[in-house]
């Protein structure tokens, strides 16, 4: 099999809609996959490490970060900076993994134009959400780490963030976790055995089985 470079996945939610722990339970499955850690500017939750759900650093550091032109794309939500590395991400894909982005719909979008300016291969988008409303306030609620205020505003972003789920190219329902997962991982599987990947990897074998 030859090296091939990955593909670039944006994984998009509203916040409570379960996108982080299906994205951590098929990471735990596929070897193949890497997820991007972002770089923020918020504070440490209890129980998050340094390096693992993200790179803290202060708003100076994040700014000399702009200036250096380290992102593929940035944002700042509630507040709080977020940003993804242009180099990592450059990395994992050249060494042959696929790479998650857990991104909300402007940083897809942004993800995706620098695809196709500055990369060879398009990416794919990924939409999950939740089974109703009601269901996502709940959930929302039941974390119990953000006051009333905090969840006020999760909501009405959830809202804005669910009128741009038809960008993406595959939507999942979050109703049943392991059936969702299934369905995230037939999204993975069904891609890499689309005709240009298969050609790309057993280009040695394509070119023994057209040879006349």
């Not at 470079?5 to 070897?31: F, H, I, M, N, Q």
């Not at 409303?133 to 905090?150: H, P, Y």
């Not at 991982?185 to 890499?192: D, G, L, Q």
């Amino acid at each position: 099999m030859s090296q091939v470079r990955g593909t670039l996945y944006t994984v998009s939610a509203p916040s409570g809609a379960g996108k982080t722990s299906l994205v951590e339970a098929l990471v735990a499955v596929d070897k193949l996959l890497r997820v991007s850690v972002s770089h923020t500017t918020r504070d440490k939750r209890p129980g998050e490490e340094d390096g693992v759900n993200y790179h803290f650093v202060d708003q100076a550091a994040f700014k000399e970060m702009i200036k250096a032109g380290d992102f593929l794309e940035y944002a700042t939500v509630f507040g709080n900076s977020y940003g993804t590395s242009k180099q990592w991400v450059n990395e994992q894909l050249e060494l042959g993994f696929d790479v998650i982005l857990e991104i909300d719909w402007q940083g897809a979008q942004i993800a995706h134009s620098w695809l196709a300016e500055e990369q060879d291969k398009p990416g794919v988008g990924i939409f999950i959400l939740p089974p109703s409303l009601a269901e996502l306030r709940s959930r929302l609620t039941e974390r119990g780490q953000d006051e009333q205020q905090i969840i006020t505003e999760r909501m009405n972003a959830a809202l804005d963030e669910i009128n741009h789920f038809e960008q993406a190219d595959y939507i999942v329902i979050n109703n049943d976790f392991d059936v969702a997962l299934d369905d995230l991982t037939a999204i993975f599987r069904s891609n890499r055995l689309n005709f240009k990947t298969q050609q790309d990897y057993y280009s040695a074998l394509v070119s023994e089985l057209m040879a006349k």
